[in-house]
């Protein structure tokens, strides 16, 4: 879908909640560990979680344990590494690993092949590796090149693009596949899906919540499949801050008609 693509509206009712963060809940930084999610926000996730029953998770390329660091102290359901990694309502984790022997030759493979290329980084996610090359954008096709070298030589590999990265992952792992197995679980069961992300990686995603009848959005410029856009994550935030404010007058407009009756 292609612009002009409106802000999405103040949602009211029962929905279930998939937030990307770099891009998206978090401004991206030149290295990862620059990254934050800012305090007000972290808290008002929280109050959009308890408004929804707990339906409400982070989508991410990165790893649980990083994005339980990011929103701490909460502690939120997950999907990690694209949904490779997923830790449920419950606190049960569901994790799909490559094989030690084939980690082991694609970390030695892919560390060659990136050493000649300064200010470029492979990063280990132990189930999945990331070639970034923000530092360096200058190698971005070679960066390419030998990624689709690599899912032609290992089978069982896909690429994922990302902003300034090209991640290898195992086949079928996307925030697609996590958004499906979140929906088909409580509490986000039943539940109308929303989604917002910000980057190629999230498309996938877009198109399961629009095939649910859900909420799309992306943020930021650039075509997608999402049905709604904003501009940036501080216009995110601010649909974040009036979410949750219309979920807490709705609900106590709701205590008091229920008050009322029963008196």
Do not use: H
């Given at each position: 879908m292609t612009d002009p693509l409106t802000a999405p509206p103040v949602l009211r009712g029962n929905y279930a909640f998939f937030f990307d963060l770099d891009g998206t809940l978090a401004d991206i930084k030149p290295h990862?560990?620059?990254?934050i999610i800012p305090g007000?926000?972290?808290?008002?996730l929280q109050q959009l979680a308890e408004q929804q029953e707990g339906a409400l998770a982070l989508i991410s390329g990165r790893s649980m344990a990083?994005?339980?660091?990011?929103?701490?102290p909460y502690h939120f359901p997950l999907a990690g590494v694209h949904g490779a990694e997923r830790r449920d309502i419950k606190g049960q984790t569901h994790i799909v690993r490559l094989p030690a022997t084939l980690a082991e030759t694609l970390l030695a493979w892919l560390t060659a092949g990136m050493a000649p290329l300064t200010g470029c980084e492979v990063e280990n996610k132990g189930m999945a590796f990331a070639l970034h090359y923000r530092q360096a954008p200058q190698h971005q096709q070679a960066v390419e090149q030998l990624a689709a070298q690599t899912v032609s030589r290992f089978e069982g590999l896909a690429l994922q693009p990302g902003k300034c990265v090209v991640e290898i992952k195992p086949t079928g792992i996307n925030k697609g596949a996590a958004i499906l197995a979140f929906m088909q679980e409580a509490p986000f069961l039943g539940r109308q899906p929303v989604f917002i992300g910000d980057d190629l990686t999230d498309e996938a995603g877009f198109d399961v919540v629009n095939l649910a009848g859900g909420v799309s959005v992306k943020v930021g410029p650039g075509e997608t499949h999402a049905h709604f856009r904003l501009a940036s994550v501080a216009d995110t935030h601010q649909w974040l801050l009036e979410l949750a404010q219309q979920h807490a007058l709705t609900d106590r407009r709701e205590g008091y008609e229920s008050l009322g009756r029963s008196i």
């Open positions: 990862p560990d620059q990254v007000p926000i972290r808290m008002t990083e994005l339980d660091a990011l929103a701490a």
